[in-house]
C-alpha cells in the first residue's frame, strides 16, 4: 500500500531554517508528482510546493524565493528546505501523492516558528 512518512519538523526561531523529507512506499516513485501542503490551527490545508517526475517545481507565492523543493528517486524521497522562516509558517506540513486518481497523505510534521 501507499504509504508517506514525514521527518524533519520542530521549533525553529525567526529567520532559521528547517530541511522536512517525506519518504515513500508503494509507488513508483520515480513517475510520481509530489507535493508539500501546510495546515495552521484553525485555517484549511493549503498548497505549498509541487515537483513534477521531470524535476517542474512550482510555489505558493507565500514561500516563493524561501522554500526549496527537491527530490531523491534512489531515495524515494521528496524534500523541502525552508529558509528565512516567519512566524506565519507555523503548520503542520503534509507530503501527498495521488495515484490513480485517490489523493495519499502523509501523517504530517510540525513546524513551529517563534517570533
Known amino acids: 500500500q501507499v504509504q508517506l512518512v514525514e521527518s524533519g519538523g520542530g521549533l525553529v526561531q525567526a529567520g532559521g531554517s528547517l530541511r522536512l523529507s517525506c519518504v515513500a512506499s508503494?509507488?513508483?516513485?520515480?513517475?510520481?508528482?509530489m507535493g508539500w501542503y501546510r495546515q495552521a490551527p484553525g485555517n484549511q490545508r493549503e498548497w505549498v510546493a509541487t515537483?513534477?517526475?521531470?524535476?517542474?517545481?512550482n510555489y505558493a507565492d507565500t514561500v516563493k524565493g524561501r522554500f526549496t523543493i527537491s527530490r531523491d528517486n534512489s531515495k524515494n524521497m521528496v524534500a523541502l528546505q525552508m529558509d528565512s522562516l516567519k512566524s506565519e509558517d507555523t503548520a503542520v506540513y503534509y507530503c501527498?501523492?495521488?495515484?490513480?486518481?485517490?489523493?495519499?497523505w502523509g501523517q504530517g510534521t510540525q513546524v513551529t516558528v517563534s517570533s
Open positions: 508503494g509507488i513508483t516513485f520515480r513517475w510520481s508528482t
Open positions: 515537483i513534477t517526475s521531470s524535476g517542474v517545481v
Open positions: 501527498k501523492t495521488t495515484v490513480g486518481g485517490r489523493d495519499y
